[in-house]
């Protein structure tokens, strides 16, 4: 009897808590992908890149897969250091593997994708976990601090935007900064 209370209790923050963690892996996927495509600019990383753009379907998901069992090892290290009482050491590594390893992943993702798109299973694979996106983005959208939290993150950015679009000292200093980085990827 007081297990199904128990469940009842637990299923709404548990799931809320599964929501933030896909958010915030997608946020991080997202920021990270673009990143690591800066980073992709360089020659020799972009001659890796390109290498890795030809391959075939299933040497792509193999190779799409390597961060995958290099992460875990690593996450499980760090959760053994927290059950040591070794808080801080624990959480960093977990942080920093979740990190690096969201970063590697965005950007094999982006690289293999065109090549894993010809493999069927793929294809449905991933229309799961973007339904299951569209799902999380559905519950946050219904928590009110949460929608006005994102329409002001919005509002900045579109601010910043046009900042760096209109006339005055902070859109020049803003310019020369785009131009700048233009140059330096362009090394």
Not at 36 to 53: N, Q, S, T
Not at 55 to 82: G, R, S, T
Not at 93 to 108: K, M, N, P, T
Request: glycine share 6%; aromatic share 8%; proline share 5%.
């Amino acid at each position: 009897m007081a297990l199904p209370v128990v469940k009842t209790l637990l299923r709404a923050p548990l799931v809320l808590l599964g929501v933030v963690v896909i958010l915030f892996e997608e946020v991080l996927w997202a920021w990270l992908g673009r990143l690591m495509a800066l980073i992709g600019r360089y020659r020799p990383v972009a001659r890796v890149e390109a290498a890795i753009r030809r391959l075939p379907p299933y040497p792509a998901m193999l190779l799409f897969l390597l961060p995958w069992a290099i992460i875990v090892p690593v996450k499980l290290v760090a959760l053994w250091l927290i059950a040591l009482g070794k808080l801080a050491s624990g959480a960093f590594l977990f942080i920093s593997g979740e990190i690096l390893g969201v970063a590697v992943l965005a950007r094999l993702y982006a690289l293999c994708r065109p090549s894993l798109l010809s493999l069927a299973w793929f294809l449905r694979v991933e229309a799961v976990i973007l339904r299951w996106t569209a799902w999380a983005h559905g519950l946050l959208d219904q928590i009110l601090p949460l929608r006005l939290v994102r329409t002001a993150a919005r509002r900045l950015s579109q601010g910043l935007h046009g900042a760096a679009n209109a006339s005055g000292w902070l859109a020049s200093r803003l310019r020369a900064a785009r131009r700048m980085a233009k140059v330096v990827s362009s090394l």
